[in-house]
């Protein structure tokens, strides 16, 4: 009886009503928030649309996050500029990094919560 997906991603949070209020409005994540074609919004869920789910442990050395952190959170992204766009419009600080893409992998950027966690965005390689 096979795992059928992720179910909740839940992490601890200084000020999680003001943190919610941001994914919501930067990244269109959190309850209530609708990926296309993916059916009606409810209170207490996102609906997305279902894709691959990379699930990695790291080496407790890596370097790839900030090491006070636990976490990265990887999302998956169908307009990679488009989303970049509408973070810098809000003043979100945006990295990104040539060797981070590739026509293999896609392409990443990545930006950090008020909290200062890593969020990678990832749109997957075309075709």
Same mark, same amino acid.
């Given at each position: 009886?096979?795992?059928?997906?992720?179910?909740g991603i839940f992490f601890r949070a200084n000020d999680p009503d003001a943190l919610s209020a941001w994914y919501r409005e930067h990244l269109g994540v959190g309850a209530g928030c609708v990926a296309p074609d993916s059916g009606p919004p =409810?209170?207490?869920?996102w609906q997305v649309q279902g894709g691959p789910i990379v699930f990695a442990p790291f080496g407790a050395d890596t370097d790839y996050w900030h090491e006070s952190k636990q976490f990265m959170l990887n999302l998956r992204v169908s307009d990679l500029d488009g989303m970049l766009a509408s973070l810098r419009a809000?003043?979100? =600080?945006?990295i990104t990094k040539d060797e981070w893409d590739s026509p293999e992998?896609?392409?990443f950027a990545r930006v950090h919560d008020p909290e200062g966690n890593a969020i990678e965005l990832w749109e997957e390689p075309v075709g």
């Open positions: 009886m096979p795992v059928l997906g992720v179910g =409810d209170e207490w869920s809000a003043g979100v =600080d945006i992998t896609g392409r």
